[in-house]
């Protein structure tokens, strides 16, 4: 059940140190969920956050969060996981970053570098310092999935910007833009500015995020600007996300994270 909050001013934000625990033991709490048994030993550490944190991208747990922003939108038919070649391959090939968009394929445990997070002037790990995730499996399945019903086009387009395809992803999202329905130009419109975002065309990105008041799309918001240095503006946006946001989501508390810093930074 979603407990909603007042989105502008909302209560007391927690301190840094209880939100880095709190989102380490959502993760680890996550990893026992799944049979992936870290033993439980009390209060989270926030110095064991860096180890605690390289061991949750299990690939059955990041499909449940790298598909939640298509969950919020209309109703459509996923597919399983284990219907997508390489996907725990992918998973484990992805490097920490930090200014995570929600989008289709990203999942919160990419957020796994906290100490680098917390620095003041701390904008982003760009794209260029990771490598393609070569797959021609992966590739097949995108160009059939482009085929299928919504929302698993846009699935497609963030499985390949995922694997750091931009070439392709861009293309599909180029050559399908007229065939979208109505219900998912918001969710497209989000995948164009993750792209963008992850290519480091942040102006533009930030530009498409600007547009409407759907979740991903104003957690987003609020994350570019905290990531632009304008941590005044993405207060607002991030306080709406993450009251619409269950408290059991990773993305939630990912979010309750970027808007402390966003409080840091003002």
């Known amino acids: 059940m ?56 299990d690939p059955r747990l ?17 597919p399983k996981p284990k219907t997508v070649p390489d996907w725990g391959g992918l998973v484990a090939a992805q490097e920490p970053a930090l200014d995570l968009a929600f989008c289709a394929g990203n999942f919160p445990q990419m957020v796994r570098n906290l100490t680098l ?19 021609a499996a992966l ?29 392709q992803a861009g293309k599909l999202l180029k050559a399908h833009a007229a065939t979208v329905p109505a219900e998912w130009q918001a969710a497209w419109r989000n995948e164009e ?8 065309r942040r102006e533009q990105a930030a530009a498409l995020w600007a547009k409407g008041d759907d979740v991903p799309t104003l957690f987003n918001r609020g994350m570019a600007a905290l990531f632009q240095g304008k941590a ?8 709406q996300a993450v009251a619409r946001l269950p408290e059991n989501s990773s993305w939630h508390h990912l979010g309750q994270l970027y808007l402390t810093l966003a409080e840091m930074r003002r």
């Open 139 to 167: 590739g097949r399945w995108a160009e059939e999935a482009m085929t299928q019903p919504f929302p698993q086009p846009l699935l497609a387009i963030g499985l390949l910007r995922l694997a750091r395809d931009f070439e």
């Open 232 to 239: 005044a503006e993405a207060l607002t946006p991030l306080r």
């Open 117 to 135: 997070l917390l620095q003041d002037e701390a904008k982003g790990v760009g794209a260029a310092s990771a490598r393609p995730f070569q797959s």
């Open 193 to 200: 500015a993750a792209l963008a975002w992850q290519q480091g």
């Open 62 to 78: 990041a499909w449940e969060e790298a598909t939640t922003a298509l969950q919020l939108g209309p109703k459509g038919q996923l």
């Open 2 to 57: 979603r407990q909603e909050h007042d989105p502008v001013a909302g209560a007391p934000l927690p301190s840094l140190s209880e939100l880095l625990a709190r989102y380490v033991a959502e993760q680890t709490n996550r990893l026992q969920a799944g049979g992936l048994g870290v033993e439980a030993g009390g209060e989270v550490e926030l110095h064991d956050a860096a180890a605690a944190q390289a061991q949750v991208a």
